[in-house]
């Protein structure tokens, strides 16, 4: 599923491929898009740069004009050379965007707008994101510093869900969410009022450790999208790449113990844990009373 590292991939390889060209064409299925194009042509437009915040892409246009897009579970962007055969059919195009040499098309992209600097700004989640964990800004005391802070405001708040809200960390998806408390010791459905600091310090910089990992650019000068897995463990090994993630049944790589899996939040998001790395801290009453599945 797409999360900050594989937006951020993303727009690194569109900005390669696109970034600074001539648009010499624009296809889409969506009506809302369609329209735009109709009435303000893309074609003739320069592509002046791609980028990621958090798990949002935007292309900007020359004349003030940016496409938005979100991937959310199976939404996806791929890069070809022109007259390159598609590797998924037209049914799933959204849109297609070429230049002289390259075509960057998206795929099953749920949220597709067009904005202007204006209502990007009030009409959209991107100016609420919170610290980007990828961007140049982060710091882990950055990071340390709104976790706490959201924790002041929502001390009830379950680890797990504070880790997932964009408005407090942005890029961190499903994956991560589950690793980095793993990392930390930190039981996922504590609250965060109940959280040290040291271990916040944990999560914030793990954080950023392993999203930077995986996106680490090995390709030169080459226009390439990294397909690989992401890893935590630090072990190439397909099959031992994350700690906990998916992997409810299976004995812990730590302790020995059964990785356990549960829904949280109002999304009903899958969280896994290891129980015996990751206790309910002294003194505070577990509220993790649900039933757990072992897969």
């Not at 390259?102 to 597709?112: E, S, T």
């Amino acid at each position: 599923m797409p999360e900050g590292d594989t937006i951020f991939r993303s727009a690194r390889a569109m900005q390669r491929a696109i970034g600074g060209k001539i648009c010499t064409g624009f296809e889409t299925g969506l009506a809302h898009l369609a329209r735009v194009d109709d009435d303000a042509p893309l074609a003739g437009r320069t592509i002046e740069r791609v980028e990621a915040r958090g798990k949002w892409l935007l292309i900007y246009f020359s004349g003030d004009l940016i496409l938005l897009s979100h991937m959310l579970m199976s939404g996806s962007w791929h890069l070809y050379r022109t007259g390159e055969k598609w590797y998924m059919g037209r049914d799933r195009m959204r849109a297609v965007i070429r230049t002289a040499d390259w075509q960057a098309v998206a795929f099953n992209v749920p949220v597709a707008e067009f904005h202007t600097e204006r209502s990007l700004l009030r009409h959209t989640q991107v100016p609420k994101l919170g610290l980007d964990v990828l961007s140049d800004e982060y710091s882990v005391e950055g990071g340390i510093a709104r976790l706490k802070a959201y924790g002041r405001e929502h001390p009830e708040a379950e680890v797990g869900v504070v880790l997932l809200n964009q408005r407090v960390l942005a890029g961190l998806g499903n994956v991560y969410k589950s690793e980095v408390a793993f990392a930390a010791g930190v039981n996922p459905f504590r609250t965060i009022a109940t959280v040290t600091d040291g271990e916040l310090a944990v999560m914030a910089e793990r954080a950023q450790q392993w999203m930077k990992a995986n996106v680490v650019d090995g390709a030169g000068d080459g226009i390439v999208t990294y397909s690989g897995n992401r890893r935590t463990t630090g072990n190439s090994n397909r099959d031992a790449r994350l700690w906990v993630y998916r992997r409810a049944g299976q004995e812990c790589r730590r302790c020995g113990g059964t990785i356990q899996t549960r829904k949280q939040g109002v999304a009903a998001r899958s969280t896994f844990w290891c129980p015996g790395c990751q206790p309910f801290a002294a003194g505070v009453e577990s509220r993790d009373t649900g039933p757990h599945l072992s897969i």
